[in-house]
């Protein structure tokens, strides 16, 4: 992972590269995890939404983000090729818990998180193909404890869906890409890897090196996914057997399922109007 050569023009300028600080993205970050950080990288962890905002604000310049934050982006941003977070089947991260019918949630108030822009707008995609109208609120949902007030529904995303036993606590714990995979026939993204147009275009030889770097960390990262399955199981204290079904519920590609889903979700979101303008995938060419 010696990149020093690619750093020698601009010595105090670090390569900024985001990380989502859920466990999901583990297997992607395998070589940054177990082998010494390369010279000139700089990792910033932080959920979804975060590094979203900070790669718009020019504060990285390599990340994983929401996919639908690379919709309202794309104009800035590009894709790296062969990068993504995607399942078939459940997710078993993203879920919506209630102890009302989906049809019951009709006028309802449904509890999101600020934390991944994907997890909303698929709610709000799927409630809209539905044809159903809840009312949306923004909050926190970490535990139980945070839908105990009179709420209709609440996301619940990232490793606190992971730790707790929500089916406990309600009647009706959906698994949203589940849902999606019944309405398409399709899998569902719901993070990618991009970069800024501008730095792309500034420092290609970097940005082909780093996908390279993040693809052969992928690769030794899935021959490596039940010493990975295990380690995040003590991470974020949950139980062996349920994060090795999570990690195997998940695939890191960009092949012509995902790339139909995006296509999919993005003229969804664009025809409800969640979207003002229709994104187009363009991707970084090595």
Not at 145 to 151: A, H, I, R, S
Not at 231 to 237: D, N, R, V, Y
């Amino acid at each position: 992972m010696n990149t020093n050569h690619l750093f020698s023009d601009d010595i105090n300028q670090k390569l900024r590269i985001g990380r989502i600080s859920y466990i999901n993205v583990d297997p992607v970050y395998y070589l940054f995890d177990h082998e010494p950080m390369p010279d000139g990288f700089q990792i910033i962890s932080s959920p979804p939404a975060v590094l979203n905002t900070m790669l718009s604000i020019e504060e990285l310049d390599i990340s994983s983000v929401s996919t639908s934050a690379f919709a309202r982006h794309s104009d800035q941003w590009m894709l790296l090729p062969d990068l993504s977070i995607a399942c078939f089947g459940k997710v078993l991260s993203v879920l919506l818990v209630s102890n009302q019918s989906f049809e019951g949630l009709q006028s309802q108030s449904v509890l999101l998180t600020d934390e991944s822009a994907t997890a909303v707008d698929l709610v709000k995609l799927i409630f809209a193909l539905k044809g159903i109208s809840p009312v949306f609120k923004k909050g926190k949902v970490k535990s139980p404890e945070d839908l105990t007030d009179p709420v209709g529904a609440g996301l619940v995303i990232g490793d606190a869906a992971l730790k707790h036993k929500w089916e406990d606590h309600f009647e009706h714990v959906w698994d949203l890409c589940e849902i999606w995979n019944q309405m398409t026939g399709l899998p569902f993204v719901f993070g990618v890897w991009a970069v800024r147009k501008s730095y792309a275009s500034k420092y290609p030889e970097r940005v082909s090196r780093v996908l390279e770097i993040l693809k052969k960390s992928k690769r030794d990262g899935l021959r490596n996914i039940s010493y990975i399955a295990r380690e995040s199981a003590g991470k974020i204290g949950i139980d062996p057997d349920l994060s090795a079904r999570y990690f195997n519920s998940m695939y890191y590609n960009m092949s012509t399922p995902e790339l139909k889903c995006l296509n999919v979700f993005f003229d969804g979101l664009y025809s409800e109007k969640i979207l003002n303008e229709k994104p187009e995938l363009n991707f970084f060419n090595q």
